[in-house]
């Protein structure tokens, strides 16, 4: 079993939908928990990050995590066409802080 | 232009040659990495380095031999490639912790024959 789960779809949703994006993990030492966004043929790029429990906004995007359930997700509101690509979520290495953890990615499709 | 660069974008070999792929940092991050992003296996790392001439294995790092001897390079060579080292390669660095976002590049695709 893997140390982190995703999905990987591919998830399709209408323009200006709420998208909810998840995975588990495994290992309670975990304390960054990290989602990056893919555009087609571009490496990953930083979206957010949230320390140990709770919610985090960032304009149309809030990162959450629950320590108890092992449980983060990633919800979108008001979906765009440009918020088509695959997210990733990452967290740190308990054993070494600049290493990261990744789950498979889950592409989203946002149709107009 | 500041960032990283990879080099060569798409790069066809034959099974058995030795290849390099290369990847540069117009800043100084401390922590360079290597990652193949394979459907169905997402992002599994080669190797790391922590600074200049310090350089440690990561989770599939069979075939692969890399070197930094200067801070702003990290160049990866597969040693005798083979088919199943036909994947897409990012390079990536990061700047104090992970919170600050690894910095990707734009990768290489490499198809081995």
């Known amino acids: 079993q893997k140390e982190v789960e995703q999905d990987p779809g591919p998830l399709s949703v209408p323009e200006g939908a709420i998208v909810s994006l998840n995975c588990t993990y495994s290992?309670?030492?975990?304390?960054?928990f990290m989602w990056y966004r893919q555009y087609s043929r571009k490496g990953p790029e930083l979206l957010m990050y949230?320390?140990s429990s709770g919610n985090k906004e960032d304009g149309r995007f809030t990162a959450q995590v629950d320590k108890s359930s092992k449980y983060i997700s990633l919800f979108i509101r008001d979906s765009q066409p440009s918020d088509s690509a695959t997210y990733l979520c990452?967290?740190?290495?308990?054993?070494?802080?600049?290493?990261?953890?990744w789950g498979l990615g889950t592409s989203l499709g946002v149709n107009p | 232009d500041a960032g990283i660069t990879q080099s060569p974008r798409y790069k066809i070999t034959e099974t058995g040659r030795q290849v390099t792929l290369m990847c540069h940092q117009t800043?100084?991050?401390?922590?360079m990495f290597w990652y193949r992003q394979d459907l169905g296996h997402g992002l599994r790392l080669i190797y790391y380095?922590?600074?200049?001439?310090?350089?440690d294995k990561g989770e599939v790092p069979d075939g692969y031999v890399v070197s930094r001897s200067k801070t702003e390079n990290f160049p990866l060579t597969l040693e005798s490639a083979t088919r199943s080292q036909t994947s897409v390669y990012f390079c990536?660095?990061?700047?104090?912790?992970?919170?600050?976002?690894?910095?990707f590049g734009s990768g290489t695709r490499l198809t081995v024959v």
């Open positions: 990536a660095s990061l700047t104090g912790g992970v919170v600050n976002g690894y910095t």
């Open positions: 800043w100084s991050h401390s922590y």
């Open positions: 380095s922590a600074a200049a001439d310090i350089t």
């Open positions: 290992n309670s030492a975990f304390q960054y």
């Open positions: 949230t320390y």
């Open positions: 990452a967290m740190n290495d308990a054993g070494n802080n600049r290493k990261l953890i």
